[in-house]
């Protein structure tokens, strides 16, 4: 058995941060993972689809040139071949989703790296590819997958159906897409296509784009939407989808026509990556989702050697491991992380940013109250958003 101090779940972002903080503060660290140093971020979601939205942006604007000042419009030849350049710059920016530069920082820093599922046997024993690992800490960074809606039919599409990390990855330039999802993975890939003359429809069975955000965001958003000519169905939901004889696919709603499409991007969310953890073996019940009971502190509850993050939110995740190793990774009792003044971004044609939870999730008395920046009363003396 290799024995270590720390042993780590996931090497997306929070698990090499924490590897590497705990490293530095001279403890024995293992960082255990399958598929890619960095998790999804650099490689099949955040640098991809902000490379792929910049090249959006640079053409909405040569569209404005002359209305900025420039001369006559630029030309932008065929979306087709702007796609393909925009595909190619952008899997250069995510090293064409290879991680071996990520994985030589990491053990330069002094972490193991060990390939492969990690699936903990028992109190103090993990075990990878047949190797077991001991540790006297162990911090669960398993991170998230993609969702997959209970959709009829969806199990016969086979690649016409794709995630947003493949969405992410493909280099193929279709005519239609369905956008399953109007979060902020969704609005962003429904920009992408659009911004390359692909029709695009978005769907969101909630009331609102972005249902975690202010109605107000929301509202702006679905307008910049339309006008970039992409067709919004909030308050729908998807509940079968067949192939059709010309290649494409049907996709039925619960409210309203349907949808033709040749590719369905399937954007509803993600869960915890928790269900081959092998989080039984130390008597953790996991909730419905598969996301892990913890305390206030990001301790697992029961197991005071066990850290985790709440549900698959990684920035959550790193903003609390960031408070529990104290910047340092000393091992110092952990401060309260204070979830709710964490703040939220997401890019697009409508950056979105709040510094905490939204004023209508505020209890009473809890805080200064929120300003929306767009208030008859301006944003206050504090920036946008916030008084």
């Known amino acids: 058995m290799m024995a270590f101090d720390v042993v780590v779940l996931g090497g997306g972002s929070a698990g090499t941060w924490v590897a590497e903080g705990a490293a530095a503060a001279g403890r024995s660290v293992a ?36 209305s900025l000042g420039g001369g006559a419009p630029a030309s932008l030849g065929s979306a087709k071949a702007a796609f393909g350049t925009a595909v190619r710059r952008r899997d250069e920016l995510s ?45 669960i960074a398993t991170g998230s997958v993609p969702a997959i809606p209970p959709l009829d039919g969806l199990d ?66 679905a307008g910049i939407l339309g006008k970039a000519g992409i067709t919004v169905r909030t308050g729908s939901t998807a509940t079968a989808v067949r192939q059709t004889q010309d290649g494409r696919m049907h996709l039925s709603l619960d409210s309203g026509p349907g949808a ?28 419905d989702d598969g996301s892990i009971p913890v305390d206030d502190r990001c301790q697992v509850e029961h197991h005071p050697g066990c850290l985790g993050g709440r549900g698959c939110d990684r920035a959550r995740a790193l903003h609390a491991w960031r408070q529990l190793s104290g910047q340092g990774g000393d091992h110092q009792p952990a401060r309260r992380p204070g979830h709710r003044r ?46």
């Open 31 to 66: 960082l255990v993972e399958q598929l890619r140093i960095g998790g999804e971020c650099p490689y099949v979601a955040c640098i991809p689809s902000k490379a792929m939205l910049a090249s959006v942006h640079a053409r909405q604007r040569a569209r404005e040139l002359a």
């Open 156 to 221: 016969r599409l086979g690649d016409l159906a794709w995630t947003s990390d493949q969405a992410l990855s493909s280099a193929e330039h279709p005519r239609s897409v369905a956008v399953l999802g109007g979060s902020a993975v969704g609005c962003e890939l429904a920009q992408i296509y659009a911004g390359f003359g692909t029709q695009v429809t978005l769907i969101e069975p909630a009331t609102q784009l972005v249902p975690g955000e202010d109605p107000a965001v929301a509202e702006a958003l």
């Open 95 to 139: 090293h064409h989703r290879d991680d071996s530069g990520a994985a030589s920082e990491l053990t330069a820093r002094g972490v193991t790296l060990i390939r492969g599922a990690g699936r903990v046997t028992g109190p103090g024993t993990v075990q990878v590819a047949g190797r077991e690992l001991g540790y006297q800490d162990l911090v």
């Open 260 to 287: 033709d499409t040749e590719r369905l991007i399937l954007a509803a969310g993600r869960r915890p990556a928790t269900e081959d953890a092998g989080l039984d073996s130390l008597q953790i019940a996991l909730g």
């Open 342 to 387: 964490l703040p939220g971004h997401s890019p697009g044609h409508l950056h979105r940013a709040r510094p905490g939870q939204r004023g209508d999730d505020r209890r009473p008395g809890q805080g200064r109250r929120a300003r929306r920046a767009d208030s008859p009363h301006g944003p206050g003396r504090h920036g946008p958003g916030v008084n």
